[in-house]
C-alpha cells in the first residue's frame, strides 16, 4: 500500500518546510522516480511547488514532473546560478544514485544542511 509511504512523505514534507522554511526560495527536487515524485506531491501539499527536477537516469530526463521538465543532475550548477538561494531535496530510492546526487550537489556549490539535504 502508498499510503504509509505517503503518509511518512507527509510528515517529511511538514519537517522540511518547518525546519528548512522551505517555500521561501526555489525548490530543487533532485530524483524524478518514486522517492521524487512522492515528496514533490506532500511539499505540494504543504504549499511549496518545485521550481526544478532533476536525475540522473536518462530515461527520466526531458519528461515532465508536476508541469516542470526534469533535468540533468549534472545542470545543477546552472540552476543554481538560475535559482539564487535554491535549496535542494535529495529524493532518490537507489543507494548509489544517492552518492552520485549528494556528490553533485556538493560539486555545484551547495552545502548539506545549508543548501539540501537528503530526504529518502
Do not use: Y
Amino acid at each position: 500500500s502508498r499510503l504509509p509511504r505517503d503518509l511518512l512523505a507527509d510528515v517529511k514534507a511538514q519537517h522540511l518546510v518547518v525546519r528548512f522554511t522551505l517555500g521561501a526560495g526555489p525548490v530543487i527536487i533532485c530524483g524524478a522516480g518514486k522517492e521524487g515524485r512522492r515528496i514533490a506531491r506532500a511539499l505540494a501539499r504543504h504549499g511549496v511547488e518545485p521550481a526544478a527536477f532533476v536525475d540522473v537516469a536518462a530515461d527520466k530526463l526531458g519528461r515532465l514532473r508536476r508541469g516542470v521538465r526534469v533535468r540533468h543532475v549534472d545542470e545543477l550548477g546552472e540552476l543554481r546560478a538560475a535559482l539564487p538561494g535554491a535549496f535542494g531535496v535529495g529524493a532518490v530510492g537507489t543507494s548509489g544514485a544517492r552518492g552520485v546526487v549528494r556528490a553533485s550537489l556538493v560539486g555545484a556549490g551547495f552545502g548539506e544542511v545549508e543548501s539540501f539535504v537528503m530526504v529518502a
